[in-house]
């Protein structure tokens, strides 16, 4: 249905995230600092950050958890005028970088914390 490249769906954002580890509190372990970006560890000024600073989940996945918030393709509590976003960002405190938190915004939102991880079907 989508040419190209596409947002990830809810479902599949958490199956990257997790990295193939069903523990942790955050995307790759339990602590925050060396896993991702969040308000107490960006420098001034606050903004986002190089891929690689941290260290990578199980699957290799930079940033999972903070530096940029991840709109996802599923529609937000069947409200389908607002997208879920997850992971968190560098404007986040450590529990909005939490692996299970989300929220919704509406599609005509933006700013300098929310972004997309793009994700490509190999078949």
Not at 33 to 44: A, H, T
């Amino acid at each position: 249905a989508y040419a190209g490249l596409v947002s990830c769906l809810a479902a599949e954002w958490q199956y990257a995230c997790q990295g193939g580890v069903t523990a942790g509190a955050y995307c790759g372990g339990d602590d925050i600092s060396e896993l991702g970006w969040y308000w107490n560890n960006s420098p001034s000024p606050k903004k986002t950050h190089p891929i690689g600073g941290k260290r990578p989940n199980g699957y290799g996945l930079f940033d999972m958890t903070g530096n940029v918030a991840e709109w996802t393709e599923d529609c937000w509590n069947g409200d389908c005028a607002k997208r879920t976003v997850r992971g968190g960002a560098f404007c986040s405190f450590q529990d909005g970088a939490l692996a299970d938190f989300k929220y919704g915004q509406a599609l005509d939102y933006h700013d300098e914390c929310t972004g997309l991880r793009v994700a490509h079907d190999l078949n």
